[in-house]
Structures are given as C-alpha cells and as structure tokens.
C-alpha cells in the first residue's frame, strides 16, 4: 500500500476521532430518529459519503453528522446502521454473484455460511451498540481512532512501515 495513502488514514484517524468527541459532547441529543426529514436524510448521507476518503468510516461519519443535527447517540446509530443496508446488501450481492461460477460447491456452501454468521454476529453487535449507547458515550470509539491513528503515525515516522 502506498505510504502517502497511511499518512492520509492516520490522520483522517484522529481528525474524525476527534469531530466525533466533540459532536458527542456539544450535540444536543435531543431529536430522536421519527423527527427525520429529507434535509437530517441528506445530511447523513454526506456524513455516510465521507468514507471515499481513506481512514473515515461509512458508520462514524454519519453518526457524527446525526450528533451535530442534534439526534440522541442511539438514533444517530441507529440510522447510520440502516442507511448502510443498500450499501451491503448491493456489495455482498454484487460480489456474490461476481464470484458464484468461480467457486466450487464446497466454498460455494462454506461462504453462504460464512455470510450467515457474519450476518448474526453483526446483527447482535448492533443490538448491543444500541444498547449501551442509551446511557454511554462514544468516547471509547474517540479513543481508539486517536490511539490507532497516532501508533500509525509513529510507524510511519521511524520507517517501521
């Protein structure tokens, strides 16, 4: 992978790290996600469409969009999490049927598994996130962006990478 591109992910790590603390903390929290309409709509989509660049997450940039609208952090979650269900579904479907006559019966079988577990395991992710999201913060997700974006930036520096 291209240097220039790991100094782009580290740093877009902490800028976005640090926009989603401070949306976490001034964001009003208010709104909850039936007060959404086509302007709140669109401005998640901008936050979503923010991942093309390298280090931002499809689900971060949108939930920081929905703190700084003023939406509670559970209905940020929880629209960032189904505007992404398009998103996944064209991608898995597109890759799936990209790949079908590539893939002998037995892979075949093993990555139909293997897209059900994923689908459980992440269904069950999101519910707890949802969960503690009611009396928690995202303060632990600010943390790691800032401290994996950093640990890569050291890296960089000393030539470890």
């Known amino acids: 992978q291209d240097v220039r591109q790991l100094w782009v992910i580290a740093i877009t790590l902490i800028v976005f790290g640090i926009l989603l603390g401070v949306a976490d903390l001034v964001g009003k929290k208010e709104k909850n996600i039936s007060e959404l309409n086509v302007k709140s709509g669109l401005a998640f989509g901008f936050g979503q469409a923010l991942a093309l660049i390298p280090g931002v997450s499809r689900s971060g940039g949108s939930i920081t969009v929905g703190l700084m609208l003023g939406f509670t952090r559970e209905a940020a979650a929880r629209y960032s999490f189904l505007l992404a269900i398009p998103a996944v579904l064209a991608a ?14 037995d892979l075949l079988l ?8 994923s689908f459980v395991t992440g269904l069950a992710v999101i519910a707890w996130l949802l969960k503690y999201l009611i009396r928690g ?3 632990p997700f600010v943390i790691w962006r800032i401290l994996v974006g950093s640990f890569l930036i050291v890296l960089l520096t000393t030539g470890s990478i």
């Open 92 to 105: 898995g479907t597109y890759q799936f049927v990209k790949s079908f006559g590539d893939l002998p019966p």
């Open 137 to 139: 913060t995202y303060l």
């Open 110 to 117: 093993a990555t139909m598994f293997a897209t059900l577990i």
